[in-house]
């Protein structure tokens, strides 16, 4: 019987498609980073610790993650990680007390405070050519925006 690295790429159950992690969105996430600290975990323990409403929703992202090779059974019955991939996919996040939240926060906070600042500043003075680098720094923030919120949902579910 070969070994999980001896698999050819067409028969590698991980995406070689460049996606690599990426296809692990929501729960799915928060189900293997779970078993990434606490294995080997049983269907309850991950049911009970994610507060999932009900054992069969445990068990949906539990066998998808083993379907696609993030996850494996234990002869005991309980799920362990079969592959490492939690650098893939906390790339881009930084814990900030127990929460993971997109490094586009910070960034995005930050340029919100400076938009907020210079529309301070000049709200007083009549309109100019500054105006409108202002509405293109505008869009820039929501589009930054945007991408946050983006990349929080696909941590949180």
Known sequence: MRGFCELTESEHP???????????????????????????CELRDV???LNLSTPSLA???????????????????????AVDVSAD??????????????QLLIV?????AILAYYVY??????LDTD??????????????WYETIKAWRKMSG
């Not at 996606?19 to 692990?24: E, K, S, V």
């Not at 500043?121 to 009549?126: D, E, N, Q, T």
Request: hydrophobic share 45%; net charge positive; aromatic share 14%.
């Open 59 to 81: 068990f949906y992202h539990l066998s998808k993650l083993v379907e696609s090779g993030y996850l494996k059974r234990t002869d005991d019955g309980r799920y362990a990680t």
């Open 121 to 126: 500043l000049v709200w007083r003075l009549p």
């Open 14 to 40: 991980i995406s070689t498609d460049g996606r690599g992690a990426a296809a692990i969105k929501g729960n799915a996430v928060r189900v293997y980073l779970f078993v990434l600290k606490n294995a080997p």
């Open 47 to 49: 049911q009970h610790a």
């Open 108 to 112: 995005t906070i930050i340029f919100t």
């Open 131 to 144: 105006d409108i680098v202002t509405i293109v720094y505008s869009f820039s923030i929501i589009v930054l």
């Open 89 to 102: 996919l906390l790339d881009g996040y930084v814990k900030f007390g127990r929460q993971m939240v997109p």
